[in-house]
């Protein structure tokens, strides 16, 4: 028994000193504290939900001007149709002005062309004196009137084109030329350079009678656009060039009356 209660003693005094003795073990790391707290996570979805709101603000405006350009193109557009339907009108009662001036001129060129104080003139004229029988004298012969010779028009009244620059500059190249009489509509054609234009010359029909008879209306349309970019609106003989903006795909729409009409397109490249 005693022997049993020594081999207790010792092994108790075995294990304080083994706890006595132990090495130091490190206490467990602390978690590192957050930076971000609930308030200024809170803060942070603020600040993003009010530069959303900056930023739709902003589109919203832009649309709005965007809206109010296309409606000062339309209104635009629905001037210039105005402006072309008045002219066409204008041009239509001056051609029944014409018509009936050239049916009274006709009708005036069938009634007898001498008129009583002419025939009265004619009558109070003495006769020319007759050469006597044998006489070599003979009355000089009435030269005869001189006929005016109409001038032929021009192949075209267009001026030609301007001659290429050196390599490395630009100039302008003439794309096509067209003429006619009445309306048409061109095919799609490629502009390349920045500024691009249109010779265009208008032409009435020979003859008093037709001056500023004839119109000549062309607009320049980019290619999916209906809003038209004007090129000219022209009553009467004559001509200029318009130029445009580029680079893009354009047609054009000629709107011609009364006359003829030539138009040739170049690209400043």
Not at 63 to 82: A, C, G, T, W, Y
Not at 177 to 195: A, V, W
Request: glycine letters at 4%; proline letters at 10%.
């Amino acid at each position: 028994m005693r022997f049993a209660l020594l081999l207790a003693f010792l092994f108790l005094t075995r294990l304080s000193f083994a706890q006595t003795n132990a090495p130091d073990v490190p206490a467990p790391a602390k978690m590192p504290h957050l930076p971000a707290t609930a308030v200024e996570l809170q803060k942070t979805v603020d600040q993003l939900t009010q530069s959303n709101r900056d930023l739709l603000d902003l589109l919203k405006k832009q649309q709005s001007v965007l809206e109010d350009m296309q409606f000062d193109r339309r209104l635009q557009s629905r001037q210039i149709e105005s402006l072309e339907e008045r002219l066409e009108d204008s041009l239509f009662q001056n051609t029944q002005l014409q018509n009936k001036i050239a049916t009274l001129e006709a009708e005036a060129a069938v009634r007898p062309s001498a008129s009583p104080a002419t025939a009265l003139a004619a009558q109070a004229t003495p006769p020319a004196p007759e050469a006597a029988p044998g006489s070599t004298n003979v009355p000089p012969a009435q030269p005869a009137p001189v006929q005016d010779v109409a001038t032929p028009p021009p192949s075209t009244y267009l001026p030609p084109p301007d001659s290429e620059g050196a390599p490395g500059t630009k100039s302008w190249h003439r794309l096509f030329t067209l003429k006619g009489e009445d309306t048409r509509q061109t095919d799609l054609f490629q502009i390349q350079g920045r500024t691009w234009r249109v010779v265009w010359h208008n032409q009435d029909k020979p003859g008093k009678e037709y001056v500023n008879t004839s119109a000549l209306f062309i607009n320049a349309f980019p290619k999916d656009d209906t809003i038209p970019q004007k090129v000219c609106s022209k009553l009467g003989s004559g001509g200029d060039s318009t130029e445009l903006d580029g680079p893009g795909n354009y047609y054009l729409k000629i709107e011609a009356s009364g006359g003829s009409w030539e138009l040739a397109v170049e690209d400043f490249r």
